[in-house]
Nanobody, 122 residues
Framework: VQLQASGGGLVQAGGSLRLSCAAS????????MGWFRQAPGKEREFVAA????????NYADSLKGRFTVSRDNAKNTGYLQMSSLRPEDTAVYYC????????????????WGQGTQVTVSS
């Protein structure tokens, strides 16, 4: 599967953004999806994951309540809704996928998108 992340941009602190991850192929609904981010000078970190069906999700503890992961299998697209954004959320955001079933707490993924930049100004 090939992934294309989009929707990043510049937003003021307190604002919202929705990232999209478009997947190629007709088997998108057999993949669990994850979102990660990498800030300048920092390691890549896990943000959220969602099961193939959308019924189960997992979040980094620090982001619970502000970020929401979802997917629309009919559109072969996953989403990351981000609200109450803070300057420390500034990073390149990546989507990833792996064959289901899998443990949503695992950070090992087989397929990665190219990343989309999110910049939050103070």
């Amino acid at each position: 599967v090939q992934l294309q992340a989009s929707g990043g941009g510049l937003v003021q602190a307190g604002g919202s953004l929705r990232l999209s991850c478009a997947a190629s192929g007709r088997t998108f609904n057999t993949y669990d999806m994850g979102w990660f981010r990498q800030a300048p000078g920092k390691e890549r970190e896990f943000v959220a994951a969602i099961s193939w069906s959308g019924d189960t999700s997992n979040y980094a503890d620090s982001l619970k309540g502000r970020f929401t992961v979802s997917r629309d299998n009919a559109k072969n697209t996953g989403y990351l809704q981000m609200s109450s954004l803070r300057p420390e959320d500034t990073a390149v955001y990546y989507c990833a996928a792996r064959r289901s079933p899998s443990s949503l707490t695992s950070v090992q993924y087989n397929y990665w998108g190219q990343g989309t930049q999110v910049t939050v100004s103070s």
